[in-house]
């Protein structure tokens, strides 16, 4: 399934992509984070803003929590991503 986003790059993966980030708000007015891991080739810096199009995939993971007890998360990828820098708001 092809997806499209923008994201703003927070933490580059050096060789293999990077960690984008999406601001959203929820119903009741809460901000949150939807974090997006973005498999490419293509050189973006942190910080940037970028409009990223590519095949969505989405893995369970398992991790150890902050309370020491097993959690598990979807975990959002784009695989063969094309990144487009966005426009200038000028």
Same mark, same amino acid.
């Given at each position: 399934?092809?997806?499209?986003?923008?994201?703003? *790059?927070?933490?580059?993966? /050096?060789?293999?992509?990077?960690?984008? &980030? $999406?601001?959203?708000?929820?119903?009741?007015? %809460?901000?949150?984070?939807?974090?997006?891991? *973005?498999?490419?080739?293509? /050189?973006?810096?942190?910080?940037?803003? &970028? $409009?990223?199009?590519?095949?969505?995939?989405? %893995?369970?993971?398992?991790?150890?929590?902050?309370?020491?007890?097993?959690?598990?998360?979807?975990?959002?990828?784009?695989?063969?991503?094309?990144?487009?820098?966005?426009?200038?708001?000028?």
């Amino acid at each position: 399934m092809k997806i499209k986003a923008e994201l703003e *790059v927070a933490r580059i993966i /050096s060789g293999y992509g990077f960690k984008g &980030v $999406e601001k959203k708000r929820s119903k009741d007015g %809460k901000e949150f984070s939807v974090w997006v891991t *973005v498999w490419t080739k293509e /050189s973006v810096r942190e910080g940037e803003i &970028v $409009e990223v199009t590519g095949d969505l995939s989405v %893995k369970l993971e398992e991790f150890t929590g902050r309370d020491n007890k097993p959690k598990q998360t979807a975990a959002i990828h784009i695989n063969d991503a094309q990144i487009k820098k966005a426009e200038a708001p000028f």
